[in-house]
T-cell receptor, first 111, second 115 residues
Framework: DAKTTQPTSMDCAEGRAANLPCNHSTISGNEYVYWYRQIHSQGPQYIIHGLKNNETNEMASLIITEDRKSSTLILPHATLRDTAVYYCIVSYNTNAGKSTFGDGTTLTVKP | NAGVTQTPKFRVLKTGQSMTLLCAQDMNHEYMYWYRQDPGMGLRLIHYSVGEGTTAKGEVPDGYNVSRLKKQNFLLGLESAAPSQTSVYFC??????????????FGQGTRLTVV
């Protein structure tokens, strides 16, 4: 599985969009990009995943560059409850459970 | 729907003691996983299973054993606990790759301290 690089921490104002970047320059053609988040010390929670096209669901949007070497997770209207560690994972499997979780980005949403 | 349930939630062991962590899922998932998370770090895969009766090693398997005798249960064993195994342990489950539901579902964790 390809490795990922994320910033250690980011801040965002409540109500504004949070844009979390992830670099995965060694990604292979059939590897998916997954995003999970972990609030406090709870179990990680799935957010979204994609292969080539941009994806959107009720939680977030995922923008993948055309060369697939980087992606951005967008939380359109961040709330205080979105404060968490966000993990970007690249995996061959269409189930990311087997993949390695790096150190992630700590997002702090401020009032 | 309980999802993924881990037992126990907290445990303190003395060095050399043994214990088994239980993970149960009620979603009929084929895949199950055990991770450990040390303070301030991401999750590392210990062992995983792609179906009943099968197990495989992950990144950090040493000092742990697993069993998947029933599809819904995945057990993680520590035969002789060491202080280095102090960590939070997470179990997860997921459907096979051919399913549209491709995310992994995590339990709430077991906080283990070895003294």
């Amino acid at each position: 599985d390809a490795k990922t690089t994320q910033p250690t921490s980011m801040d965002c104002a409540e109500g504004r969009a949070a844009n979390l970047p992830c670099n995965h320059s060694t990604i292979s053609g059939n590897e998916y990009v997954y995003w999970y988040r972990q609030i406090h010390s709870q179990g990680p929670q799935y957010i979204i995943h994609g292969l080539k096209n941009n994806e959107t669901n009720e939680m977030a949007s995922l923008i993948i560059t055309e060369d697939r070497k980087s992606s951005t997770l967008i939380l359109p209207h961040a709330t205080l409850r979105d404060t968490a560690v966000y993990y970007c994972i690249v995996s061959y499997n269409t189930n990311a459970g087997k993949s390695t979780f790096g150190d992630g980005t700590t997002l702090t949403v401020k009032p | 729907n309980a999802g993924v349930t881990q037992t126990p939630k907290f445990r303190v062991l003395k060095t050399g003691q043994s214990m088994t962590l239980l993970c149960a899922q009620d979603m009929n998932h084929e895949y199950m996983y055990w991770y450990r998370q040390d303070p301030g770090m991401g999750l590392r895969l210990i062992h995983y299973s792609v179906g009943e009766g099968t197990t495989a090693k992950g990144e950090v398997p040493d000092g742990y054993n697993v069993s998947r005798l029933k599809k819904q249960n995945f057990l993680l064993g520590l035969e002789s606990a060491a202080p280095s195994q102090t960590s939070v342990y997470f179990c997860a489950s997921g459907l096979t790759g051919r399913s549209m539901n491709t995310e992994a579902f995590f339990g709430q964790g077991t906080r283990l301290t070895v003294v």
